[in-house]
């Protein structure tokens, strides 16, 4: 039986015939493996979801953790799961071999990665934060640092937290209150609140390591003046053993729509529950120099950008599978032609409305997995390139694909989700069907790591303007080989490329006009609709590029893979691409209709 969390086909389609995995095998960083290693991650990370995460997926819904005002409990399920992750080496497979990992492509470990957010999102964010955690440090922490944090939580004893907002701040960082205090001693202590702290308490594993933004008292104002600190739940002694009790608590705990499974909590710092050494305080350690805090917390949040938008897809993947599933199985009335009621009923998927709704949700997921997965090999090049012009080049653009590969899945996918609903007619709506905890997880996606409109300002406002415009335009240049490429093909890849072609200049034209006047203000008043339509225009990019790969390839006998591909960027051609235009047309026109409004008129 097929799985319903993601398509093995689909998946080796993008990895192997289209981003060429096995030419990153030939590159000394990834030597190590092979066909055959990168084959057993996928198939391991499909079983593992399959077995340990996906079962308790819905339990974990319905019974989210709790606090009793000492400590906070969750469902045991989990922790096995996360054992079991860790047990089969698979928490450590993209780690570097310096600190214990298997120094896997990133490329891979992402589709290993999908898997686990597909299976059950609540259970899987305590690992990729932990990742996340374990790679910030890797890249600023000093070689101490990284000896006494980073095994521990690779090797799933420790996990990982991100502590950026509080209460009053929410996104604005420049506002936050928390303030470190230099002890004296090579180490700081914390005091205040941070807000929304997924995995910010439990017993699930030995320690947390919560990395905390604050400021240090006389340093500069605004962002300028933020720090960052590892901040545990537990001190570690010398010989790396949990001691003492560190001075973070939590709160509370915050109960969201989705993500139910991930404990989410309000945590104070330094309010003398506890006082480590008889000092108050909670106990940090500074990570690189002062006031660096919000540039290395970037290198945990531009990934965790991108891992929310690997997340959203991966939901959206799962209720697309479902979705179908049930369509194919689920009998309800007859053809347009045939109303006699003496005929059998069909089933639902002969319906051609549900076929539609079946092949939007087929080119959003698709496309999202795409997109993601080319933004992990843009990782690899970064990572494993020698040529400096090469790692130039893939850093611009995945500077200005994250705010996209963020926020397009979270939107489009979680219109998947609404469309898996959709065909489950009534049943779609109750707690017995996955697709109602399905669209419930995803619709916090649109939030974790930065708004749609905060992605939408960081496109708009810097990605597309910085440098003389230069990963704008780089972007355009990238995207118009693969149409060049295309268009020699002919047939209906030429005709795409033309649509794709005359989408990519119309892009980077209006970036341009935004900005003609000089101000800020009117220039970003439209960014969200700038940044849908990017999102738009690069995902038909992708198709595109699964078009170029997938021509005068012939479906194996039962097999479908290819015409499908075919089907479902026909539709994102035809049915999708064409939304830019007025997009475009509104932010061209410097539209100021959401800039002058009243605030008092609304």
């Known amino acids: 039986m097929a799985s319903t969390l993601l398509s093995a086909r689909d998946l080796r389609f993008l990895i192997y015939e289209w981003l060429d995995a096995e030419a990153l095998t030939r590159r000394p960083l990834y030597a ?128 990982g ?208 997995l795409a997109l993601v997965l080319y933004c992990a090999r843009l990782v690899d090049e970064l990572a494993s390139t020698e040529d400096e012009q090469e790692r130039r080049r893939a850093r611009l653009l995945l500077d200005v694909l994250t705010p996209v590969a963020k926020s397009w899945p979270s939107q489009w996918c979680l219109e998947a989700n609404s469309l898996a609903i959709q065909i489950h007619g009534g049943y779609g709506y109750t707690r017995e069907y996955d697709v109602e905890q399905h669209y419930r997880d995803n619709r916090l996606n649109a939030i974790h790591e930065g708004t749609h409109g905060i992605q939408a300002l960081d496109l708009l406002g810097r990605k597309a303007v910085q440098e003389g415009g230069a990963r704008l335009t780089l972007l355009v240049e990238t995207a118009g080989a693969t149409v060049e490429r295309a268009r020699a093909l002919g047939g209906a890849e030429a005709e795409y490329a033309d649509l794709l072609d005359a989408s990519l200049r119309r892009m980077s034209e209006v970036a341009a006009l935004a900005w003609a006047g000089g101000d800020p203000a009117v220039a970003l008043a439209n960014a969200t609709p700038y940044l849908e339509a990017v999102g738009h225009v690069v995902v038909a990019w992708m198709w595109l590029e699964q078009l170029v790969t997938a021509h005068g390839k012939e479906d194996a006998d039962g097999e479908t893979f290819y015409t499908g591909k075919r089907a479902a960027a026909s539709y994102f051609f035809r049915h999708e691409l064409p939304r830019t235009g007025p997009q475009f047309d509104l932010v061209a026109s410097c539209d100021r209709t959401v800039l002058d409004v009243p605030a008092d008129a609304l």
């Not at 492509?105 to 957010?117: E, K, N, V």
């Not at 299976?119 to 996340?132: F, I, P, R, V, W």
């Not at 400021?215 to 570690?236: C, H, M, N, R």
């Not at 990570?287 to 917390?297: C, D, R, S, T």
Request: charged share 20%; proline share 6%; with cysteine.
């Open 161 to 368: 937290t991100m502590c950026l907002s509080e209460p009053q701040a929410g996104s604005s960082l420049a506002d936050i209150t928390t303030r470190a205090e230099d002890a004296g001693d090579g180490t700081y202590r914390l005091f205040g609140n941070k807000m929304w702290i997924s995995g910010g308490d439990h017993e699930l594993t030995e320690n947390i390591v919560h990395l905390v933004l604050a400021k240090i008292p006389g340093g500069p104002p605004g962002v300028k003046g933020i720090s960052l600190f590892i901040v545990p739940k537990y001190l570690v002694d010398a010989d790396g053993s949990v001691g003492e009790r560190n001075d973070v608590v939590p709160a509370g705990l915050n109960h969201k729509m989705g993500y139910r499974g991930t404990v989410n909590a309000l945590l104070n710092f330094g309010e003398g529950r506890h006082t480590p050494g008889g000092s108050p305080g909670a106990v940090g350690y500074l990570v690189g120099e002062p006031h660096q805090g919000l540039a290395q917390m970037f290198h945990m949040m531009d990934g965790a950008r991108i891992g929310v938008g690997a997340g959203a897809m991966a939901v959206g993947y799962t209720g697309y599978l479902k979705s179908l599933a049930y369509a194919r199985e689920r009998l309800q009335g007859r053809p347009l032609g045939g109303k006699d009621p003496e005929r059998p009923q069909v089933p639902i998927i002969e319906h051609t409305d549900v076929r539609r709704m079946l092949l939007a949700q087929k080119s959003y997921v698709e496309g999202a």
């Open 32 to 159: 190590d493996h092979s066909r055959e290693t990168l084959d057993g991650a996928l198939e391991l990370a499909e079983r593992v979801a399959t077995d340990h995460f996906a079962p308790h997926n819905k339990t974990n819904d319905a019974n989210e953790p709790r606090f009793d005002g000492e400590r906070v409990h969750v469902i045991p399920e989990v922790k096995k799961a996360l054992e079991v992750y860790a047990e089969t080496g698979l928490a450590v497979a993209g780690m570097p071999e310096s600190v214990g990992g298997a120094q896997m492509p990133h490329l891979i470990t992402s589709a290993c990665g999908a898997y686990f957010q597909a299976a059950n999102l609540g259970t899987s964010a305590y690992t990729s934060l932990t990742a996340g955690n374990a790679r910030l440090l890797l890249a600023h922490g000093s070689p101490e640092q990284v000896r006494t944090w980073v095994p521990p939580m690779i090797e799933g004893r420790f996990t």
